[in-house]
């Protein structure tokens, strides 16, 4: 089916899939149990992207560690049917939670030019896009600027350009979230939050695609 470009960028200013504008159906309801997979140990967190909350626009490669977005996807009903799954949105979340502790980890963004990049609560709303509610803190980049979000609100972050790669700083007890610079080793943009349960790197993206690279020492001085 094609799609009109005053469509295209609905779905991109929104962050919506375009399974959701086209009214695919919902499916079940997420319901508080330990899902996930992996844990993290120390501060060398290790993860991989896990193919149960990946929305059908979505696709993982090399060995689930980058994730690719297809305009159309797949059917959602050729996908399967689990609670973990956005329904609405293009998102994915790692394969591991975090509920302590200091980590670092860094996305390749060169070949996507809209995408969020952060973390959500392991048992974020899979009827909403990671950035738009409590549960969730993105750093995001649309129409050629960055933006930190967070229940739906958003502000301007001082990155000049694109750089081909960025890295996240998390701080769980202190509560902040941070976007670093990796070519001058230094903090851009902080979010500061309380988090209150588990949360799991979080992902979304509308067009090209994003491969990220964890177990990663925190760089000096950060």
């Known amino acids: 089916m094609a799609m009109s470009s005053g469509m295209s960028l609905f779905c991109r200013l929104t962050g919506r899939s375009l399974g959701s504008v086209l009214g695919h159906g919902r499916g079940k309801t997420l319901t508080a149990r330990r899902w996930y997979i992996s844990a993290s140990a120390g501060n060398h967190l290790q993860f991989k992207l896990d193919e149960r909350t990946a929305h059908s626009s979505l696709d993982l490669f090399k060995k689930d560690t980058g994730v690719i977005y297809r305009m159309l996807g797949v059917d959602p009903t050729l996908v399967q ?36 990049v952060g973390v959500a609560e392991v048992l974020t709303s899979r009827d909403e896009c990671v950035g738009t509610n409590s549960s969730s803190w993105v750093f995001a980049f649309v129409q050629r600027k960055w933006f930190a979000m967070t229940t739906g609100k958003q502000f301007p972050v001082p990155l000049v350009g694109k750089p081909d790669r960025v890295g996240l ?41 994003l491969l990220t690279h964890s177990g990663l020492e925190i760089p000096p001085g950060l």
């Open 81 to 116: 049917d689990t609670p973990l799954r956005f329904r609405d949105w293009a998102v994915v979340l790692a394969d591991t939670h975090i509920d302590s502790g200091r980590h670092y980890w860094e996305v390749m963004v060169k070949k996507s030019h809209e995408f969020r």
């Open 169 to 209: 700083l998390l701080d769980y007890e202190a509560g902040w979230l941070s976007l670093v610079d990796i070519q001058k080793a230094e903090v851009v943009y902080t979010i500061k939050t309380q988090f209150r349960s588990p949360i799991s790197p979080a992902f979304a993206l509308w067009d090209g695609e």
